[in-house]
């Protein structure tokens, strides 16, 4: 089985630009989550807020940061999760175009 979350958008300091550590940007963060639903339930509103809080209160530098960090963390609260395909863009640091970085993560 797959989760999808798609288009989660919220607000939060992300970035090393000196106005970036000063005030929120939107981020929109997507999500692939392959499971095992043999013996296990993954509650995706507990992912969505997973995710949202550890973004908002870690105020990440790197989006590789917070990609690994995101990771780390739904794969230590969902053990059944097989793989994770993760992306985060920021689509509002360029006038003329979207920035994303994304990985995917294998258990």
Excluded: W
């Amino acid at each position: 089985m797959t989760i999808h979350v798609e288009d989660l958008k919220f607000q939060c300091i992300i970035g090393i630009l000196d106005f970036e550590r000063i005030k929120k940007q939107d981020v929109i963060v997507n999500a692939n989550i392959l499971y095992s639903n043999e013996n296990a339930f993954i509650d995706y509103a507990h992912v969505v807020q997973i995710i949202k809080d550890l973004m908002i209160e870690n105020e990440f530098k790197l989006i590789e940061d917070a990609l690994e960090a995101i990771n780390l963390k739904l794969i230590k609260e969902f053990t059944s999760i097989i793989s994770l395909d993760l992306k985060i863009t920021k689509p509002s640091i360029l006038s003329d175009c979207k920035v994303s970085v994304s990985n995917t993560y294998k258990s």
